[in-house]
């Protein structure tokens, strides 16, 4: 039975939040005409399938379609590729090549605001207090709101939550994406938290690029038995 690693991306400083990312490493083990199908039955916001694990070669699946790129699965990718002996300078994803690093505390990649260019851009809103975002209700009726608010200014200390109805999800528990949207919007580095307790560092690049990062663990290692597979 095909293997996929269940990955905690953005864990914040005592290990609270992270977004779960279910990464198969033999992509080649799940045909691509059943990669969506296989993505709306793990349930997790996003789904890796590395097709070439040399090249850094992958591919990325929300619920409800392929993304040309997005945060979250590269960071948590580019950590399990260290993790298991396989590190990767570049992760290639379809609108380009994603270069990728890891210091004493996070893992980095770099990206363009322009690949953030997915079915449904998000509306990015301002809250006057952290604690009106946290009122906010766990679903909204627009495809994707990304509701933010500071909780220190003058350090670059914010909070934010994510709604992408549009990828088949009520909350994102952290958004790599609309991060890099937020770093290139301010033009300085960002800690966000976001969720239960993720937090996700933002800074600008050179060349107009932003660069995330996170903290991420790996949560168990699953056989996939769906039936999304044996129907293929």
Not at 102 to 129: L, Y
Not at 210 to 229: F, N, Q, S, T, W
Request: aromatic share 8%; proline share 8%.
């Amino acid at each position: 039975m095909p293997e996929f690693h269940l990955v905690s991306v953005f864990l914040g400083p005592d290990g609270a939040g992270g977004n779960l990312l279910a990464v198969f490493l033999d992509g080649r083990a799940i045909p691509p005409d059943r990669r969506l199908a296989v993505t709306a039955e793990l349930g997790y916001s996003e789904t890796v399938f590395v097709d070439d694990l040399d090249e850094g070669r992958i591919a990325i699946f929300v619920p409800t379609s392929e993304l040309p790129f997005a945060g979250h699965p590269t960071v948590g990718t580019a950590w399990l590729l260290h993790e298991i002996g396989h590190p990767v300078a570049t992760l290639r994803v379809p609108v380009g090549e994603v270069p990728v690093w890891r210091d004493a505390q996070w893992t980095w990649v770099r990206a363009r605001p322009s690949w953030v260019d997915f079915k449904v851009n998000p509306n990015i809103v301002q809250m006057a207090t952290a604690g009106e975002v946290d009122a906010l209700p766990g679903h909204t009726d627009q495809p994707w709101l990304y509701a933010w608010a500071w909780l220190d200014e003058a350090a670059g200390r914010l909070r934010a939550r994510s709604f992408p109805r549009w990828a088949g999800l009520d909350e994102d528990e952290a958004s790599g994406a609309a991060a890099v949207l937020m770093g290139a919007a301010h033009g300085r580095e960002l800690q966000i938290s976001q969720g239960v307790g993720s937090e996700i560092v933002a800074r600008p690049g050179p060349g107009g690029t932003v660069e995330i990062g996170g903290r991420c663990d790996l949560a168990e290692v699953r056989e996939y038995v769906g039936p999304a597979l044996m129907e293929a």
